[in-house]
T-cell receptor, first 115, second 114 residues
Framework: GDSVTQTEGQVTVSESKSLIINCTYSATSIAYPNLFWYVRYPGEGLQLLLKVITAGQKGSSRGFEATYNKETTSFHLQKASVQESDSAVYYCALTGDTNAYKVIFGKGTHLHVLP | NSKVIQTPRYLVKGQGQKAKMRCIPEKGHPVVFWYQQNKNNEFKFLIN????????QIDMTEKRFSAECPSNSPCSLEIQSSEAGDSALYLC????????????FGAGTRLSVL
């Protein structure tokens, strides 16, 4: 079936250190999966961080990057130097190219950045 | 900050009671989605609308859950007879059109059924 698996639970990183949150996916019923990272900051709604619709491409936003790797079915989120304001819950997600109702989310990774 | 407004932020109900929550989508977004996020952080699609018409919905929604998006009024999701298993974060999201697969979420309504 279709699924997303990401680093679960809480990840604690000191400010200015690098970050990687792993995400792998399975898309057996979706011909052209689009991949997303959403973020939920404290007290706010989920918002799109970045999106990549083509395999092999990289998306970036706010210093975060993720590369759509079809061979390894991965979409890991990376940042070279995190800031305390990056503390939030990050969700990896996939959907078909035109069908937003079938959005498959991972269970979220809570990033805690230490000052 | 999110432009999708959900109210109330928190809702506490007893079993068997009605629970109603509302959503004002982002301006210019005719497509509205409702998702349920349970205590295990799993997302479940419930229903979506384009303007006032239902596009898709799951079987669960057809029984105890009802939803509508009347013109010139907030969208709403109502649980007719709440059960403990309905305790979850209910998320409303909007989109500028059905083919656009990026969603714009509200902060959610957290329902606790005692």
């Amino acid at each position: 079936g279709d699924s997303v698996t990401q680093t679960e639970g809480q990840v604690t990183v000191s400010e200015s250190k690098s970050l990687i949150i792993n995400c792998t996916y399975s898309a057996t019923s979706i011909a052209y999966p689009n991949l997303f990272w959403y973020v939920r900051y404290p007290g706010e709604g989920l918002q799109l961080l970045l999106k990549v619709i083509t395999a092999g491409q990289k998306g970036s936003s706010r210093g975060f990057e993720a590369t759509y790797n079809k061979e390894t079915t991965s979409f890991h989120l990376q940042k070279a130097s995190v800031q305390e304001s990056d503390s939030a819950v990050y969700y990896c997600a996939l959907t078909g190219d035109t069908n937003a109702y079938k959005v498959i989310f991972g269970k979220g990774t809570h990033l805690h950045v230490l000052p | 900050n999110s432009k999708v407004i959900q109210t109330p932020r928190y809702l506490v109900k007893g079993q068997g009671q009605k629970a109603k929550m509302r959503c004002i989508p982002e301006k210019g977004h005719p497509v509205v989605f409702w998702y349920q996020q349970n205590k295990n952080n799993e997302f479940k699609f419930l229903i979506n609308f384009q303007n006032q018409e239902v596009l898709q919905q799951i079987d669960m929604t057809e029984k105890r859950f009802s939803a509508e998006c009347p013109s010139n009024s907030p969208c709403s999701l109502e649980i007719q007879s709440s059960e403990a298993g309905d305790s979850a974060l209910y998320l409303c999201a909007s989109s500028p059109d059905p083919s656009q697969n990026t969603l714009y979420f509200g902060a959610g309504t957290r329902l606790s059924v005692l």
